[in-house]
């Protein structure tokens, strides 16, 4: 075994996954350069294992344990790549935590990802999903990524055509699911902020702040605010924020559902219509319901949790009854925003 790259046998993820998970990883190793990276995907011991790559572990459930060889992603740093008269292109360490990175913009007044305060996780995961909240999408801020080739150890530059954003979903979801390991992230931000309040949730809590001429700290002060109230904390109880993504259906189907349930939710996406999925698994029956230590979330529907001992097996067995039952109630496919580590 490789002392230079202090690799772990038998480790225990518990620590590196938000749902609280006890599954174990053959092999386990953090990694804090790209040179690192690249001796690690050149050596041959390593080279017929699987992979997988782990940032804050917040988006991710272990069905069971890992066969194979756990990289975690701990590139630290951030750097100006360049200064312009209205924005700056900032380089930053794909091990970065992503809310100390939106903490430190807001601090020098730099904005664009105020809206994404305390989204938990590493920096080089925020493209994988291209996460988003409170109006606001990573893409909007997006320069470019570095990643490198697992298969070959070559570094090569992703824009953000190549990158193919969606609706918490890119080209690193899909064809290229597991085929790169980003090490860095270059944002744009703007110094002149144009402030997004677009979503409701969000400019009620200002309004009721009295605050009409929102900073981009207020935004993110408020945004805090308003997820410290709705979601549950991992440190307090197991989750990986919302389970499944919301569906997003065809005007014809949706048109459909709306004639039986008249008061179905809903949102404009494109030429067709995104339906909550919290409410649909809520009409289902399923906020507050537990089977042992798998259940989900009392107050947010979308939220499956783990009480303490469940095992990832457990809480998937949980999300399939849900999707089964929301395909039969509604006819409609849930698709889960968690990675599913098998
Ligand atoms: C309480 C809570 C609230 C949340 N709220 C939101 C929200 O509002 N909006 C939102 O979009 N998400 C939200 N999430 C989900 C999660 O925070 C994001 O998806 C985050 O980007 C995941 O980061 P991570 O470092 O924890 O990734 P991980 O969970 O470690 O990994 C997620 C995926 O990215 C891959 N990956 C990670 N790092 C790299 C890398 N360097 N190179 C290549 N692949 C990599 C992994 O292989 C995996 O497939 C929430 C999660 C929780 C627990």
């Not at 225990?12 to 804090?32: C, D, H, Q, V």
């Not at 309040?197 to 929102?214: M, V």
């Not at 906020?287 to 499956?304: E, N, P, S, W």
Request: aromatic share 10%; charged share 25%; with cysteine.
């Amino acid at each position: 075994m490789s002392q230079s790259l202090s690799i772990q046998e038998n480790f225990n993820l518990a620590e590196y996954n938000t749902m609280g998970l006890t599954a174990k990883a053959r092999y386990f190793i953090s990694i804090s350069s790209v040179q690192q990276l690249q001796t690690l995907l050149a050596d041959s011991q390593f080279q017929s294992l699987s992979k997988f790559m782990l940032g804050g572990g917040s988006n991710i459930l272990f069905i069971d344990d890992y066969d194979g060889l756990i990289i975690h992603m701990d590139i630290k740093g951030i750097e100006i790549e360049r200064e312009y008269k209205d924005c700056v292109l900032l380089k930053i360490g794909a091990g970065e935590n992503w809310h100390e990175l939106v903490i430190y913009c807001i601090e020098k007044g730099w904005g664009g990802i105020e809206n994404l305060s305390l989204i938990p996780g590493s920096v080089g995961a925020a493209p994988i999903q291209n996460i988003g909240a409170y109006g606001v999408e990573l893409e909007e801020v997006f320069d470019s990524l570095e990643a490198v080739n697992i298969e070959t150890g070559e570094i090569q530059s992703f824009n953000k055509e190549e990158c193919k954003f969606g609706y918490r979903d890119s080209v690193f979801k899909n064809e290229l699911k597991g085929a790169y390991v980003i090490t860095s992230v270059k944002l744009r931000l703007h110094k002149n902020p144009k402030i997004n309040t677009s979503y409701k949730a969000l400019s009620d809590a200002l309004e009721r702040k009295g605050i009409s001429d929102p900073t981009v700290k207020d935004v993110s002060d408020a945004v805090i605010e308003i997820r410290r109230s709705k979601l549950p904390d991992p440190a307090e109880i197991g989750n990986t924020g919302s389970f499944f993504k919301n569906p997003v259906i065809s005007k014809k189907q949706f048109n459909q559902l709306k004639i039986e349930y008249p008061e179905i939710p809903h949102y404009p996406a494109g030429e067709k219509v995104k339906i909550p999925a919290a409410w649909l698994i809520d009409q289902c029956g399923w906020k507050g319901r537990r089977f042992g230590d798998a259940g989900v979330h009392k107050m947010q529907a979308l939220v499956i949790v783990n009480y303490g001992k469940a095992t990832g097996g457990e809480i998937w067995a949980l999300a399939e009854r849900i999707q089964h039952s929301v395909k039969e109630k509604f006819g409609v496919d849930l698709t889960p925003e968690v990675n599913i580590v098998t």
